[in-house]
């Protein structure tokens, strides 16, 4: 966009095959999102099944943390995998959000919302197995994916803040 004063505004358009590059760059976002409350909702699964090897029904299940002491080890660990896949997804939903938003065009952004779904899918196995190794590391690359999600959302609104036109005279 030229404007009449000559100041070019601080997004400069590409061309239009741009703005479909970036059209499609901007699904791996919402796929992103999708995709993490899919595996948040996947973790549900082994948290059932250890209740279930428990002894858990619908009659029992009106305080089910009551009941806690009850679950298999493994079935302890899925409960406690769960609350962590809610706590993440609160920090990943608005990296993806943030990024749509921004129009952010980064293949290092697009690499780590793909991946990030990967990470925290082998979180959830890694934990439930009761594989310290292997959790602590796909928690830490899921954080650093959501992190990096933030630092380059947050890029083009850093540098549209500082290339604004200031007051000159004329």
Not at 153 to 159: A, C, I, M, Q
Request: aromatic residues 12%.
């Amino acid at each position: 966009f030229q404007a009449e004063d000559g100041i070019r505004d601080p997004l400069w358009s590409r061309g239009l095959g741009d703005v479909y590059k970036r059209q499609h760059m901007q699904v791996a976002f919402a796929w992103s999102l999708c995709l993490s409350v899919g595996v948040v909702l996947l973790s549900i699964i082994p948290l059932t099944i250890g209740r279930v090897k428990a002894g858990y029904s619908v009659e029992n299940m009106s305080a089910p943390r009551a009941l806690f002491d009850e679950l298999p080890s493994f079935g302890k660990r899925a409960v406690w995998c769960h609350q962590n896949c809610w706590e993440s997804i609160s920090l990943h939903a608005p990296a993806c959000l943030l990024c749509l938003i921004t129009l952010t065009d980064s293949n290092i952004a697009i690499i780590a919302a793909l991946i990030h779904p990967i990470f925290r899918f082998l979180y959830i196995g890694a934990y439930v197995f009761n594989i310290p190794t292997a959790r602590g590391l796909m928690w830490a690359s899921g954080i650093f994916t959501t992190l990096l999600l933030y630092k380059e959302g947050l890029t083009p609104v850093s540098y549209t803040h500082l290339t604004l036109p200031t007051n000159r005279e004329v």
